[in-house]
C-alpha cells in the first residue's frame, strides 16, 4: 500500500449481521478522496462504526466492494493491511503495560524497522502532537491524562506513517475544552499531513468542524447525504438531514465561512465607533457581536488591527 | 504419653539429644538443641521441604497453564474444568495422602500428587481471570493495528495477566509450604517429619516443634517476599493504576 495519501471508495458496501433484521450498513456508496478527511455521521444504529471497521477488515463484508488506490481491501493479507492503516478509538486503547515508546513503537517493530529508527520516529511524532519527546516516552499511560493518551493515541496511529486513519470517535470521551483543543491540533496535523481520513462522530458540530465532506447515515445504515459541510448546512436533501443538522443550521453555516471571504466595502471615515473584529473570525461570530452592541455594520480588522473594510448585517446573511 | 519424665543425663529418645536443664525440662525453646541439630535434622528437612514446594508449584504451575489456555479459549470448558479444580481441592490433605498409598507407595511421590493437586485451584482460576481481564478495546485496538493472534496473547494478554498470574503463584506457593508439612504423617520428609517428631515424644519436645514450625514460617514468608519482588520488578506498570 502506498504511504500517499489514499483514494478510500465505498461501492455498495453492506454488511448483514446474521440473526438480525435489516443490514447495519446498507449499499453504501461513496468515494473519499486522497488527503480529505471523510466524517460519518448519524443517530445510533445508523452504522457509522460498522462502516469504519469494514474498511480494516475488522468487521467483514458481506456484500460490494471497498477499495484503497483502486485494490479492493479482500486483495490485501489482513495483518499487511491492518499495519498499513492508523487506527484511533475513543477509548484509546494504549496498552497499559508498556511505555509510550512502546506504545508508538507497536507497528513499527512489527514491520521490523531497527531501534534507532523506531526511537527516532517517536521522537518525532512526540514532538507532533505537543508531548515531551523526552520526559514522556517513558511513562506508562496510567500516567498521562485523558488528552495526553488520546495524543498518544493518534501518534500511535501514524507511526508508520499510513495513507490512510481511520477514527472512531477519537475526541468523544474527552471534556469539551480539551475536545476542542484537540480538533484545532488535529486539524493542524492535517494540514501538513494530507492523510485520507475517515472520521467517526455522533456529534454534528464536530462533523463541521473537522469534516472536508460529511457523510449522514440513517438507521439501518443507509446514507442520507454526502456533501461538503457547506451545502449539507445550505442545502440538506431532505427532512431528515435538515432536523439531523439542527435548526440553527444557518448559525452552524455562517460559522463555516469568516470575515475575510467576503467583499468588504472599504473602510471610510465612518468607521469610527463601530465594533472591530479581526478578519479570520467567522461570519457567526460576527453576527453575535452585531446582535450584541446592537450595531448594523463592523470593522474588519486585519492581524495587525488595521481597518480592512466594513460589513454589514446583509452582507454576514448573504 | 503423660507422666512420664526423663531422668537427667542419657540420651534416650531421639532427637532429644543429652540433656541438658533446659532439655530436661522441656522448655519453650533451646538454643543449644537447634544448633547442635541444625546439620543433621533441621536443615535437611528444610531443603526437602523447598524441593517439595518447588517440583508441585512447578509442575501445577505447567498443568494449570495448559488447562487455563483451554479454559480461556474454549469458554465452554473453563466451568468445567474451574469445577474439577474445585473438587480436588476440597478433599482432605490427610485423606488425599492415606488413599494414594496403596498406588504410589510411601514415597514423595504420595505427597506431590496431592499438593500438585491443590495448586491448581489457585493457578488455575488465576490465569483464566488474568487473560479474560484484559479490556476489549486494549484488545481492539491490537486487532486493529494489525496483531496476529498469536502476537496479541504473547505481547498483549499474557503481560498484562502477568499481576494475577503471579499473584496466583504467591498464594499457591504459600500454601503448599504449608500443606506439605502434613504430608510428613505418612512420609517422613520436609519440615513436617521433625513436626511429627516432636509431636510423637512424650509431653511434645517443645524446641524441635518450634524449631521446625518456626522455618516454615519463615520459608513461606521469604518466598512470599520473593515472588512480591519478581511482581514488582516484572509489572511496574500494575503499580500506577
Known amino acids: 500500500m502506498p504511504t500517499e495519501a489514499a483514494e478510500l471508495v465505498f461501492d455498495e458496501a453492506t454488511k448483514v449481521y446474521p440473526g438480525r433484521d435489516g443490514a447495519a450498513v446498507d449499499h453504501l456508496s461513496l468515494t473519499v478522496p486522497a488527503g480529505e478527511i471523510c466524517v460519518l455521521v448519524g443517530p445510533s444504529g445508523g452504522g457509522k462504526t460498522t462502516a469504519l471497521k469494514l474498511v480494516n477488515r475488522l468487521i467483514p463484508l458481506t456484500s460490494g466492494y471497498i477499495r484503497i488506490d483502486g485494490r479492493q481491501i479482500g486483495d490485501y493479507d489482513v495483518t499487511e493491511l491492518r499495519r498499513s492503516i492508523g487506527y484511533v478509538i475513543q477509548q484509546v486503547g494504549l496498552f497499559p503495560h508498556m511505555t509510550i515508546e512502546g506504545n508508538i513503537g507497536t507497528v513499527p517493530r512489527l514491520l521490523g524497522w531497527d531501534r534507532k529508527r523506531i526511537r527516532a520516529r517517536v521522537s518525532e511524532l512526540l514532538e507532533l502532537v505537543g508531548l515531551d519527546p523526552d520526559a514522556d516516552r517513558r511513562r506508562f499511560p496510567a500516567e498521562l491524562s485523558g488528552g495526553q493518551r488520546q495524543r498518544v493515541g493518534l501518534a500511535r496511529a501514524l507511526a508508520a506513517n499510513p495513507a490512510l486513519m481511520l477514527m472512531d470517535e477519537p475526541f468523544g470521551a474527552i471534556d469539551p475544552i480539551v475536545r476542542s483543543r484537540l480538533q484545532d491540533e488535529f486539524l493542524r496535523l492535517q494540514g501538513e499531513l494530507r492523510k485520507t481520513v475517515v472520521f467517526v462522530t455522533h456529534d454534528v458540530d464536530e462533523a463541521i468542524k473537522v ?10 445504515g443507509r446514507l442520507a447525504q454526502y456533501d461538503t459541510p ?7 436533501v431532505d427532512d431528515f438531514v435538515a432536523d439531523f443538522v439542527g435548526r440553527d443550521r444557518a448559525l452552524k453555516a455562517l460559522s463555516l465561512r469568516t470575515l475575510g471571504d467576503l467583499d468588504l466595502a472599504p473602510a471610510g471615515g465612518d468607521g469610527d465607533g463601530m465594533p472591530s473584529l479581526s478578519a479570520d473570525s467567522s461570519l457567526r461570530d460576527a453576527l453575535a457581536l452585531l446582535v450584541a452592541e446592537r450595531s448594523d455594520a463592523l470593522l474588519v480588522v486585519g492581524a495587525d488591527g488595521s481597518p480592512v473594510g466594513v460589513a454589514t448585517r446583509e452582507d454576514l446573511l448573504g | 504419653m503423660t507422666g512420664i519424665r ?16 533446659c ?14 541439630h541444625w546439620g543433621d535434622i533441621l536443615q535437611p528437612a528444610l531443603v526437602q521441604h523447598i524441593e517439595l514446594t518447588l517440583v508441585a508449584v512447578g509442575i501445577g504451575f505447567g498443568i494449570s497453564f495448559v488447562l487455563a489456555l483451554c479454559g480461556f479459549r474454549y469458554r465452554l470448558v473453563d466451568a468445567p474444568l474451574a469445577s474439577c479444580t474445585d473438587f480436588l481441592y476440597m478433599i482432605p490433605s490427610i485423606a488425599a495422602f492415606e488413599l494414594l498409598v496403596p498406588v504410589t507407595g510411601l514415597t514423595v511421590t504420595t505427597i506431590e500428587i496431592p499438593l500438585v493437586a491443590y495448586t491448581l485451584f489457585i493457578l488455575y482460576r488465576n490465569i483464566v481471570v488474568g487473560l479474560n481481564g484484559v479490556s476489549t478495546e486494549v484488545l481492539e485496538s491490537a486487532r486493529g493495528m494489525g496483531l496476529t493472534r498469536l502476537q496479541i496473547f504473547l505481547r498483549v494478554e499474557l503481560p498484562l495477566a502477568a499481576p494475577a498470574i503471579l499473584a496466583g503463584l504467591r498464594i499457591a506457593t504459600v500454601s503448599t ?16 517429619a521433625p513436626i511429627f517428631d516432636a509431636l510423637d515424644q512424650p509431653d511434645i519436645f517443645r524446641t524441635e516443634l518450634l524449631a521446625a514450625g518456626g522455618l516454615t514460617i519463615l520459608l513461606a514468608l521469604t518466598a512470599d517476599a520473593l515472588l512480591a519482588l519478581v511482581q514488582r520488578a516484572v509489572t511496574p506498570w500494575s503499580r500506577l493504576r
Open chain 1, 230 to 236: 457547506q451545502r449539507i448546512l445550505e442545502h440538506p
Open chain 2, 6 to 21: 526423663l531422668a537427667g543425663g542419657g540420651p534416650v529418645i531421639p532427637n532429644f539429644g543429652h540433656g541438658n536443664a
Open chain 2, 23 to 36: 532439655l530436661v525440662d522441656n522448655h519453650w525453646f533451646c538454643t543449644s538443641w537447634a544448633r547442635n
Open chain 2, 177 to 192: 509450604i504449608s500443606i506439605a508439612t502434613v504430608g510428613a504423617f505418612l512420609i517422613h520428609d520436609g519440615l513436617g
Open chain 1, 211 to 220: 469534516g472536508d465532506r460529511i457523510a449522514i447515515l440513517r438507521e439501518g
